[in-house]
Nanobody, 124 residues
Framework: QVQLVESGGGLVQAGGSLRLSCAAS????????MGWFRQAPGEERGIVAAISWIGDRTVYADSVKGRFTISRDNAANTLYLQMNSLMPEDTAVYYCAAANWRSIRRETREYNYWGQGTQVTVSS
């Protein structure tokens, strides 16, 4: 079965950096688009960044543009999210997701598979 396993979350001070990873198995990773989403308490899950199947196109939420970078290594079946200049409002559970599309998907409903999430907490 498809498994997406996130890692790299934790507690960091404002201004710091974290790198999230998502290891994928059970699917043809190089044929799917991928995304990072986040959900804070009391809020809906929303997109952070997404990347096309070969990584030639990316999109970002306005709130993270210039600070976060999404990337993928298709040979390693792994998705990444480099997060710099972290702010307390970035605190959330971060999820990776896979969509059975080659082009970028922006909506949660367009994603077919989800990881269990990893907590990111940014202290002020």
């Amino acid at each position: 079965q498809v498994q997406l396993v996130e890692s790299g979350g934790g507690l960091v001070q404002a201004g710091g950096s974290l790198r999230l990873s998502c290891a994928a198995s059970g699917l043809t990773f190089s044929s799917v688009s991928m995304g990072w989403f986040r959900q804070a308490p009391g809020e809906e899950r929303g997109i952070v960044a997404a990347i096309s199947w070969i990584g030639d196109r990316t999109v970002y939420a306005d709130s993270v543009k210039g600070r976060f970078t999404i990337s993928r290594d298709n040979a390693a079946n792994t998705l990444y999210l480099q997060m710099n200049s972290l702010m307390p409002e970035d605190t959330a559970v971060y999820y990776c997701a896979a969509a059975n599309w080659r082009s970028i998907r922006r909506e949660t409903r367009e994603y077919n598979y989800w990881g269990q999430g990893t907590q990111v907490t940014v202290s002020s």
